[in-house]
């Protein structure tokens, strides 16, 4: 007999007491513990989550803030480019006003130096030629032209404009001083005393008049009376000369 | 040779017999329970510091409880103790077959009959517990009056088939590695033996995942037609 009714019984009991003891130490305690497990992890996972959250938060942060700071970065770049340009073209046009303050300044040294040369090289040339003007006329002068000369200052005494002469008369009246008559050469005896003649009648009256001689006149004739001077000699004439001369040479150089 | 570890009796005291069968089924309780307590003990619910018994224990459970779902479409941790213990009793049974001088307890038509009468029992258990006395009786009216006696006759040959089946698959197994032994006593029986092992676990899943259908075509039918109430309380 393959059915033996004792051990059904007995193993059915036997089933359900393992059931039992299976249910209490193995299906319960572990079910629980994964459940337990199922929990933490979801809470783990729950809170990773929210970390998750708040560094993505803090990302965004801090990507925003980097974002802010690259666009200061930036303003202040530019604003620093621009100051540098500002200050550049402000140096610059410093350094331009200065360089032409220099050049005009150095110009003008140049020009006054230019000017200062030219100034005496055209009065050494004068000098130098009325020097030689001067020589050669006092070596051309002759008794005749020396008589020609006294000649003409005794004319020129002669014709004296009406004015003139009184004003002359009213200096004369009043000085003390000496008539003084210069000449470059020696008058001869008849010439002063006609240029006396002439000289008492026009305004001298009774005055005495003194000779003298002085080679510096170039062929001329000077006569001082207070402070009055009547003149006739190349000298004047070169002189007339030399002050042209002064006048326009320099100009003509520089040009 | 015995055909069932039945026959094999180590004590006897009037009616009462202590037999191979039992005495097997003692050693595979002890070792189930003894082996639950020494990992419930140790139990942790930290995932960093699970032992391996706990581990292989859980990996148990969770498969069990998961094919009870599938199954049965239902929350599993009402059949879980009853399942899982059919599951892991017929299982390890059949595996220690492998241990000489074992006799499965599942080799006897006693211990699957005991285990076919379990389950013709738990069936209307969990199905009255489920849908009521009135409920549960009514099925059998279903979908005629006329199929009363074929549904009756249903349930006892399908306990019949349950018993039969595991008995025949471990007996013949075992059988077969014992004429093995004698005709050609080297190597071919392990394969055998290797077979069993897998005819035997294929066994078990057999015997749990029937006792869940039996179960749950028991308890499904009043769950559908309390959701169509519900539904139509809805509607309403």
Known sequence: MLIDWFTIIAQIFNFIVLVLLLRKFLYRPILKVMQEREDLIRNQLAEAEEKQQKAQEQISLYQKKNQNWEQEHQELLQEAKHEIENTHKKMMVKVRQEIEEHQ??????????????????????????????????????????????????????????????????????????????????????????????????????????NFEVDPDLVCGIELRAAGYKLVWSLSEYLEQLEDIFEEGLPERISE | MEISPDGIIYWQSGWFKLNAT????????ALLVLFSVYVSRKLTSDPKKITRAQNILEIVVINVRNQIRDVSQQNPDRFMAFIGTLFIFIAVSNLMGVIPGFRPPTGSLSTTTALA?????????????????????????????????????????????????????????????????????????????????LTGFIQAYIF?????????SATTIQEKKLNQAEEKEDED
């Open chain 1, 104 to 209: 005009t300044q150095w110009q003008q040294a140049i020009d006054r130096e230019k000017k200062e040369f030219l100034d005496s090289l055209s009065k050494k040339i004068s000098q130098q030629t009325f020097i030689a003007v001067r020589r050669v006329l006092n070596e051309l002068a002759d008794v005749e032209l020396e008589a020609h000369i006294s000649k003409v200052f005794i004319d020129r005494l002669r014709n004296m404009e009406q004015n003139q002469l009184e004003e002359y008369r009213a200096a004369v009246e009043k000085s003390d001083e000496a008539v003084l008559v210069r000449s470059a050469f020696n008058l001869p005896q008849q010439t002063r005393e006609e240029i006396e003649a002439v000289a008492g009648k026009q305004f001298l009256n009774s005055k005495a008049v």
């Open chain 2, 117 to 197: 009468i379990s389950v013709f029992i738990a069936v209307p258990f969990f199905g009255i517990a489920t849908r009521g006395f009135g409920g549960y009786l009514k099925q059998y009216l279903q979908p005629s009056a006329i199929m009363l006696p074929f549904n009756i006759i249903g349930d006892f040959s399908r306990t019949l088939a349950l018993a039969v089946r595991l008995f025949g698959n471990v007996m013949s197994g075992t059988m077969l590695v014992a004429i093995l032994l004698a005709i050609i006593p080297f190597v071919f029986p392990i394969i055998m033996q290797a077979f069993g092992m």
């Open chain 2, 22 to 29: 039992i005495v097997y089924t003692w050693v595979v309780m």
């Open chain 2, 208 to 216: 749990a995942v029937l006792a869940m259908v039996y179960i749950a």
